[in-house]
């Protein structure tokens, strides 16, 4: 019945995206409703539109494609939809009416009525950073509660099941599954022919979906073709407690595996009926080592459990912990985010979720089999826009969140990198783009064939080091990749102070490159860039200074500040009234998202001129949905504008940004999972392939500097800049094909000419 199911779909979705939402809304309809968000692989949304019930579409991956998961009820004997869109035929079923629809940084609630009774269903997906072995655990909760809204007792039972598409992103392929039944009841489902560590469609092919619920009084379970299982509950109000074993394709007879509840007669609220869902795999990710030698490693969970039985067992357990705690963390993000305004609140409420959907928690194994507990690794997917692992400017624009939750967290994404790099397998100077082409192997670019954004990833790498350090005290980081290493006869200097001299050559006048806005095309001289590249200097001093070594951070200090001097008068345009988008281009502008790094940093390298010059110019540039990311185009990423805001001196223009984000994400013009990249004029979408991303982690930007080092909020603070009357000479500066090398005039030579002097001292201090 996938045809009726799916034009049903369609249907509906079309219909409800041209009418008017009926339903309350807390805070507002995002484009996409997180259900089971987890894990790369676990990542259920409900796509809205302009508003869509949940009975009135299937829930979907985050690629769109239709995830089954259905939810019925029978209420004094008719039975109702309340999830999904099952067509089965010769059985009446009526569609419980959505009443309201609440969503926090954990949590998606919904209120169903079917009949006389009104359903509340609520879907939890733990966010608990400080907790890796909750946090890893690859299981998300639904519960259903009743209560009769007419004030008369009624008799209520409830079902729920899932299909076979979970397990693959090709429903031609055989499925095996089976049921346990002890104090849980649990459907394991999987392909017959798993493959590790490979995807179809960005649905990875290995591991099992599970099903499962406690086995308490009233509970019957069920496998079996999707119109017959949901038949049977329309009939019975029970299931038969009886497995299909005719294993079979995905889509051959939508094999689904199913529950059933009898509530018995309800008038107050009922207790919950709590439901678990998971994708669990083993292993998760390969990882290269030493010699190009390829590492497996397991999910973090797996150092307190030996079975996935008692994992879903404890999980189930815990549940009404679970909420406690996550209605605290929900609170707390709302107080805090609050401060800034409402709609800031609402904004990072709906990215929490999709910010963690993107990781992973790993440990490796030891000789003897058990696990490392001190090798921990996290590992990102750059969902959509790109399948790499750990890709460095994906965890930067998201590394707001995980100054707010947990730093160390964003010590976990770095170690991979570092490690890596630390072999010397990568042969490039600059940092290493990602750790892997296609999730989940990272297995590096040993060829050094990765995709190259030399000042952006080295910069973004050192900023990263010292801002984790700051936040935690911890000195591991760069008391382990400062070092010089020495072996066979070869000095090997850190990577800390070799990106530092990366960028010491190639920051202040950016060569022809990618920036992270890489969708935007290659650019010389950008101003933003070079931001970057000088603050990344500026961190390597407070690096050396963190490790004691005074000469090292007076020499890098140096060098960012004479970088500004200079910077300031290549950037500024000649009317002296904003920062340009690439020197020379007195016409062009972007925003200077890379500033915030300054203030999260603490480091007020950059003079307050600067800021309250940009200000003043992005007050007034400000389109429906926000301002433009540059002059190049009418687009802009939400990741930014926050992190601009975060920079703004005033604080009516810092909300002008936040607004402009919080529209986009209400307008109703999208139905997929939180876009990052949009059009400013008409709040759409530019692209299927920036949805979902972690990036959105960014949206945290201004609670993150609530807890950076003191002084990096003074945006008051002294400085000066360059005259107003300024002339930009634009002789010498990179050609736009000029790519990494490229000739230089007058003022490049000025600037190779500081390189060499800071060359010189540095080479004093190493040697």
Known sequence: MRFFAAASFLLCHAVTALGAVTWSVDPFNPAAVPLAVRSPYLSAWLPQGAGTALSDAWPTFWTGSILGWAGLAKVDGQAYVWMGTPGVPNVNLSKATQKSLQFTSTQSVFVMTAGAVDLTITFLSPVEPSDFVNQSLPLSYYSISAASNDGKSHTVQVYADISAEWISG????????????????????????????????????????????????GATYQTGEDVVVRAQFAANGTLANTQDTAFRAVSDRWPVFAFAHDLGTVTSATAPVVYSIGHVRDPVVQYVILNGGKQARSSYFWTRFTTIGDAIATFLGDYTNAVARAKAFDAQLKTDATKISADYASVVALSIRQGFGATEITVSKNS???????????????????????????????????????????????????????????????????????????????????????????????IMTLSYTQQTGDLSLIKTYMHEKHSEAVTQFSLL?????????????????????????????????????????????????????????????????????????????????????????????????????????????????????????????????????????????????IWT???????????????????????????????????????????????????????????????????????????????????????????????????????????????????????????
């Open 170 to 217: 090709d429903n031609s392929l055989i499925a095996n599954w089976d049921t346990t039944t002890s104090d849980v009841l649990t459907h394991e489902v999987k392909l017959a022919n798993p493959i590790a560590f490979s995807e179809i469609n960005d649905r990875i092919q290995q591991g099992s979906a599970y099903h499962s619920t406690l086995n308490t009084a």
């Open 645 to 767: 805001a975060g920079t703004m001196t005033l604080t009516a223009v810092r909300d002008q940004f936040v607004q402009a984000v919080r529209n986009y994400s209400a307008d109703g013009k999208n139905s997929q999972p939180l876009g990052d990249l949009y059009q400013t004029t008409d709040g759409t979408q530019v692209a299927n392939s920036f949805r979902a991303r972690p990036v959105v982690g960014g949206h945290l930007a201004l609670l993150a500097l609530a807890k950076a080092p003191k002084g990096s909020n003074n945006t008051g603070s002294t400085g000066t800049t360059s005259s107003s009357n300024t002339t930009i000479d634009t002789n010498g500066l990179n050609p736009g094909n000029s790519g990494l090398s490229h000739h230089r005039s007058a003022e490049l030579m000025l600037h190779a000419s500081l390189c060499t002097i800071g060359a010189i001292v540095l080479a004093g201090v190493w040697l």
């Open 368 to 462: 003897d089999g058990s696990y490392d507990m001190s090798n921990t690794l996290m590992f990102m997917k750059e969902i959509s826009s790109d399948g790499n692992v750990n890709t460095v400017d994906v965890i930067y624009p998201s590394w707001p969140l995980f100054v707010y939750t947990n730093a160390t967290l964003g010590k976990q994404l770095l170690l991979p990198l570092f490690e890596y790099q630390a072999t010397g397998q990568y042969p490039n100077q600059f940092s290493v783009h990602d750790m892997g082409a296609h999730y989940p192997n990272a297995t590096g670019h040993n060829d050094g064939g990765d995709e190259h954004m030399p000042v952006e990833e080295s910069g973004n790498m050192l």
């Open 497 to 641: 102070d070799q990106w530092t001299q990366f960028l010491i050559t190639d920051s202040l006048i950016p060569a022809n490159q990618l920036s992270t806005d890489d969708f935007a095309g290659s650019l010389a001289n950008q101003t933003n860039l070079a931001i970057k590249g000088i603050i990344g200097i500026r961190a390597m001093a407070e690096i050396a200074k963190l490790k004691g070594d005074e000469s090292r951070a007076s020499n890098y200090s140096s060098i960012a500040a004479s970088y500004v001097t200079q910077w300031q008068k290549l950037a500024q345009s000649k009317t002296g009234d904003h920062l340009t988008l690439s020197y020379g281009d007195s016409n062009s502008w972007g925003l200077t998202y890379n500033l915030y790094a300054d203030k999260l940093l603490g480091t007020n390298l950059f003079p307050a001129s600067v800021y309250n010059m940009q200000t003043a110019w992005y007050s007034s540039k400000d389109n429906a949905f926000g301002v433009p990311l540059d002059t190049r185009h009418t687009f802009t990423k939400s990741d930014w504008q």
